[in-house]
């Protein structure tokens, strides 16, 4: 039994769809209707070392003195302790596993600098503050967006996290007498704040 012949509208249809099929991503027709999409190939390259250039020299307009500070910081590795390699004892590795989300970020010299310079800056300026309302207004006089805080509870007194605006790390502290702060690098699951949990 002989079969059917493709008609020429089947075979026109099934080729006229190949184009709409193939060209995901790509503009059909050129009339108005047509919205082109860029393609990702296309899209310029950013150039992270310029951008980070720039918000260092932000950061320093902002911030004179801490820049003034930290000019010579010397261009090598900050003497941060190296992680330890991971326990051998299967028990110890899980743990120190399930513990990884509080691993940080390690700061190079000009970064420790700079962030234990703000650490001082930011512990005299704090003096006296109780609450969180006068900490954010604190803060916001010495150049810290308020907005930008993350305020809690530590069941001795209020604590605070943020990242210094621009080139700077992460600033974590406590209200306490003395208050206290100290630089630190982003928590590697992000932020500046501990993370309440592993998995």
């Known amino acids: 039994m002989k079969r059917p012949a493709p008609t020429v509208t089947g075979v026109a249809a ?6 709409l099929l193939a060209g995901c991503g790509t503009v059909v027709g050129d ?4 919205t082109p999409t860029r393609d990702a190939s296309s899209a310029p390259a950013i150039d992270h070392e310029a951008r980070a250039k720039e918000a260092k020299a932000a950061h320093d307009r902002k911030f004179p003195e801490v820049a003034k500070v930290c000019a010579d910081a010397p261009a090598k590795p900050s003497e941060e302790p190296t992680p330890s390699e991971a326990p051998t004892d299967p028990w110890a590795r899980r743990v120190a596993e399930n513990h990884a989300y ?3 970020a390690r700061l190079d010299a000009d970064a420790r600098c700079r962030g234990d310079a703000h650490a001082r800056r930011i512990t005299a300026g704090l003096e006296g503050v109780r609450d969180e309302k006068a900490l954010r207004s604190a803060l916001g006089r010495l150049g810290y967006p308020p907005e930008t805080v993350d305020v ?4 001795a007194a209020p604590g605070f996290s943020f990242s210094i605006p621009d080139a ?3 600033i974590t502290g406590t209200l306490t007498e003395p208050a206290k702060a100290e630089a630190h690098g982003h928590y590697v699951e992000g932020g500046c704040t501990e993370p309440k949990g592993g998995h």
Not at 14 to 19: C, D, R
Not at 31 to 34: F, L, R, T
């Open 14 to 19: 099934v080729l006229l769809a190949l184009p």
């Open 168 to 170: 700077g790390p992460c």
């Open 152 to 155: 809690y509870e530590t069941g």
């Open 102 to 104: 509080k691993t940080q």
């Open 31 to 34: 009339g108005p209707g047509a």
